[in-house]
């Protein structure tokens, strides 16, 4: 006989709804309700609730010889529950011994691999460039749900609209290092440094206002995976999430953008260079909520909502407006070189500088905007 112990899924109970009705878990995604069961039958799967007790099969079958079960109907109730997706077959420990995140992700994913999910968030590079209140709380967000590495960029310097998750005394200090060693005292087994040669997985890119091509061109350049945040007057608007090759880019949308309003370039330019509003608190909080779970399910394989899409969040609304966008015909990113054009975006932006353009043009070689 089989002598491995059989758990439920983290999180899940056996129980009773009537005579001859008992009932898995309670989310339809993630239950099962078993009819037409004898009072002894119900009795066996009592036995498999409990957090910290997991039965043998031989376990169960002498139950069932007490209470009037025959060894093939345990093992009939058994793979009806195993068939169910009810059954941890990745865990070797009780539900009591799992972490909460561990517990969750073990409940529902379909092949109930939590331990393996915080494996891979464990092993991720990510890189957060953008430090403001807003990108320090994603940072917090991903460590919080066990990202390994994180790699901060912000030379800039703590503002005082950044004090929430900055302390007061950061203030005037740069940023990226605050956010290190505020990180590190929070999350002891975060790592900030990637081994040598590992470039990030992911990379978070916070702006305010609009998003900067300059800012991206390195991103671009390595063909990285990212995920822009940009923190508007209004809303904090999330993806899309730019695979390389794959949908439309940053520069699609700016594009996407110009077609609706021919002054968009002008007026995009001139928010790049003006000084930065601080995002208000809430719109902070709900957009780094939103921005942490995009990533994190890039990170982790699930199905991502800012796949070609943006999701607006903010304030004065509690729901999130999903926004559909198309790769521009123009934009040429999902050919083999999307350096090209953003790099003629910054060579254009240059030519700005030109004191033979034209007058009415800003300047685009500025010191990029803290966010
Ligand atoms: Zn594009």
């Not at 910290?52 to 010889?65: V, Y």
């Not at 199905?303 to 609304?317: D, F, I, K, N």
């Amino acid at each position: 006989m089989d002598a491995r112990t059989i758990r439920l899924r983290a999180g899940l109970s056996v129980l009773w709804r009537r005579e001859g009705e008992s009932q898995i878990g309670v989310d339809p995604r993630c239950a099962v309700v078993l009819e037409n069961l004898t009072r002894g039958e119900q009795r066996v799967l009592d036995l498999l609730d409990g957090p910290d007790f997991a039965p043998t099969e031989a376990d169960l079958t002498r139950l069932g010889h007490t209470v009037g079960v025959a060894p093939g109907r345990v093992r009939e109730l058994l793979g009806l529950l195993d068939r169910s997706g009810v059954l941890d077959h990745g865990s070797r420990r009780t539900g009591s011994a799992l972490g909460p995140e561990e517990a969750y992700w073990s409940r529902v994913l379909p092949g109930g691999d939590g331990a393996g999910l915080l494996a891979g968030r464990d092993h991720a590079v990510v890189r957060v460039c953008g430090l403001d209140h807003v990108g320090l709380r994603i940072a917090t967000h991903l460590s919080e749900a066990g990202v390994g590495t994180l790699l901060l960029d912000d030379e800039h310097p703590v503002r005082r609209s950044d004090v929430g998750p900055y302390e007061p005394i950061d203030v005037g200090r740069p940023r990226a290092e605050r956010a290190r060693a505020l990180l590190r005292a929070s999350y002891p087994r975060l790592r900030t440094q990637a081994e040598p040669g590992r470039g990030p997985d992911l990379v978070v890119a916070v702006f305010a206002a609009v998003a900067d091509p300059v800012r991206l061109v390195p991103v671009l350049r390595e063909d990285l995976e990212h995920l822009p945040v940009v923190i508007g007057d209004v809303d904090i608007a999330v993806g899309p999430l730019v695979r390389p090759g794959r949908g439309p880019c940053t520069r699609c949308l700016d594009l996407h953008r110009t077609e609706a309003d021919p002054a968009w370039p002008a007026v995009a330019t001139q928010m790049r260079c003006a000084a930065p509003a601080a995002a208000a608190r809430q719109l902070g909080q709900i957009g780094a909520v939103v921005a942490a779970h995009q990533a994190l399910a890039a990170i982790d394989g699930r199905e991502v909502a800012v796949e070609a899409a943006t999701l607006e969040v903010g304030p004065l609304s509690p729901l999130p407006v999903l926004r559909q966008w198309t790769i521009h015909p123009e934009c040429g990113c999902g050919g083999p070189d999307p350096v090209r054009a953003a790099g003629a975006d910054a060579a254009a932006s240059r030519s700005r500088t030109d004191p033979h353009g034209s007058a009415s043009e800003q300047p685009a070689s500025r010191p990029t905007a803290p966010v």
